[in-house]
């Protein structure tokens, strides 16, 4: 277990906000999930913690969405793109990380279709560790090679996929004290699995039903270790699990690898997911699914949830595509449940993806009358 660090115990009673400089933890609120829960995940005693203040992301009702899909039921959203790097993935590297500085690694390396990079090399940066990663040619969303960049790491395109990609890092860290930290590392997963608890600790107990998209298949591992975790402990129930691929993505839907995927929502272009196996099983067990829905849905869930004011990257949306899909279909029977779907990532990391696809803005004059027949006319 970590040793827990939380400023706020110590300074609880001060007018002055909680500090502690060993850890560079100054927050009035946030603490970072290893504050939060670290006495509840099997991280190393020499861990030592590196923290963003990740977590604690917003649980938000979509009561207007729920009427609109035939009322009936409660739908949240979980909005992970609220972390500090802009998604889920800083839960997971915050414990990785951690664990990687206190046993005296140097450096850290990832495959990632973008999102792990960014959080890789930020928690790098803040642990002082030297962060190298690989990501598919030409596939990954700007905001994320930008991040990647800008927290210093050393960017590598691989001419290949991410699954390509990730049999190389597997490799290299077999070979050279490099310390992995895809969702390969378990420490990622006990990270991670914190979502599941926030989820619980909001609600009261766990959701009817969890959607959120998969692709590496470390998340939906993640957060059925952390309900399993916490309905032992808490006995606040198990939800039942709809993850969703992007259907030129789906080999946990098709049974096979794929070789070449292809999806607009770079994010889930995986065809051999690591944790595959774990996902199929922790769908099972939670007597839910692994569903694919096409890009086009993936598409309009993206603009009917930031038509709601939450904008998300295109495979952050796929956890709703699948349930709006399921209900449409009449596969799923939604009256009086309780649904969380997690919406993973930021939509700041894709920006391109609106902008080659929505009209772009009007051009005047700076003169009232221009200003006046542009607006009045509509
Ligand atoms: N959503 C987003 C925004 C992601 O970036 C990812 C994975 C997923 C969902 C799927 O999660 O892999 O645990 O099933 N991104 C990885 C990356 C692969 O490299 O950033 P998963």
Same mark, same amino acid.
């Given at each position: 277990?970590l ?5 706020r115990r110590?300074?609880r ?6 500090t ?5 933890i ?8 290893l504050s ?9 005693p ?9 977590g ?12 609109e ?7 949240f ?24 500085a206190?046993?005296?690694?140097k450096?850290v390396?990832?495959?990632s ?7 890789a ?5 803040r642990?002082?560790l ?7 040619? &030409?596939?990954? =969303?700007?905001?994320?090679l $930008? ?6 790491? %050393?960017?590598?395109? !691989?001419?290949? +996929?991410?699954?390509d990609?990730?049999s190389l ?11 992995l930290?895809?969702s390969?590392n378990?420490?990622?997963l006990?990270?991670q ?6 989820i ?6 766990a959701p009817?039903?969890?959607?959120l ?7 939906i591992t993640?957060y ?10 808490k006995n ?6 709809l ?7 789906a ?7 794929v ?5 607009l929502?770079?994010?889930i272009?995986? &065809?051999?997911? =690591?944790?595959g196996?774990? $996902?199929?099983?922790?769908a099972?067990?939670? %007597?839910?699914?692994? !569903?694919?829905? +096409? ?6 869930m993206?603009?009917?949830?930031a038509?709601?004011g ?13 349930l709006v899909?399921?209900l449409q ?13 997690v ?6 990391k894709?920006?391109d ?13 700076a003169e ?11």
């Amino acid at each position: 277990m970590l040793k827990n660090n939380n400023p706020r115990r110590t300074t609880r009673n001060s007018k002055e906000p909680p500090t502690n400089y060993s850890t560079g933890i100054i927050s009035m609120n946030r603490q970072g999930i290893l504050s939060r829960y670290g006495q509840l995940l099997n991280l190393p005693p020499y861990s030592t913690p590196v923290t963003l203040l990740e977590g604690d992301t917003p649980l938000v009702p979509m009561p207007r969405l729920v009427e609109e899909l035939g009322g009936g039921f409660e739908l949240f959203v979980k909005y992970e793109g609220l972390n500090p790097t802009g998604s889920f993935k800083d839960r997971g590297m915050t414990a990785a990380i951690s664990e990687a500085a206190g046993r005296g690694a140097k450096t850290v390396i990832c495959a990632s279709t973008g999102n792990t990079a960014a959080s890789a090399a930020a928690f790098a940066a803040r642990g002082g560790l030297r962060a190298i990663v690989l990501i598919p040619e &030409g596939k990954v =969303a700007a905001g994320k090679l $930008a991040g990647a960049v800008a927290h210093g790491a %050393q960017v590598i395109q !691989i001419q290949g +996929s991410f699954d390509d990609a990730l049999s190389l890092v597997v490799e290299i860290t077999q070979k050279h004290p490099i310390a992995l930290v895809n969702s390969l590392n378990p420490y990622r997963l006990e990270g991670q699995k914190t979502a599941a608890f926030e989820i619980c600790d909001c609600l009261g107990s766990a959701p009817d039903w969890l959607c959120l998209p998969v692709g590496n298949a470390g998340n939906i591992t993640a957060y059925w270790l952390g309900f399993r975790q916490y309905h032992d402990l808490k006995n606040t129930g198990l939800p039942r699990l709809l993850g969703v691929q992007a259907t030129g993505a789906a080999p946990l839907v098709l049974g096979h690898p794929v070789d070449k995927p292809e999806t607009l929502a770079t994010a889930i272009r995986i &065809g051999r997911p =690591a944790r595959g196996e774990q $996902a199929l099983q922790a769908a099972e067990q939670s %007597q839910g699914r692994i !569903i694919a829905v +096409s890009d086009p849905q993936i598409l309009a869930m993206q603009r009917c949830l930031a038509a709601e004011g939450l904008w998300v990257e295109p495979a952050s949306a796929a956890g709703l595509a699948g349930l709006v899909s399921e209900l449409q279909s009449g596969k799923i029977n939604l009256k009086g449940q309780r649904v969380v779907v997690v919406c993973t990532g930021h939509g700041l990391k894709d920006p391109d993806i609106i902008t080659r696809n929505l009209p772009a803005p009007t051009v005047l004059p700076a003169e009232l009358s221009a200003l006046e027949d542009a607006i009045l006319s509509r």
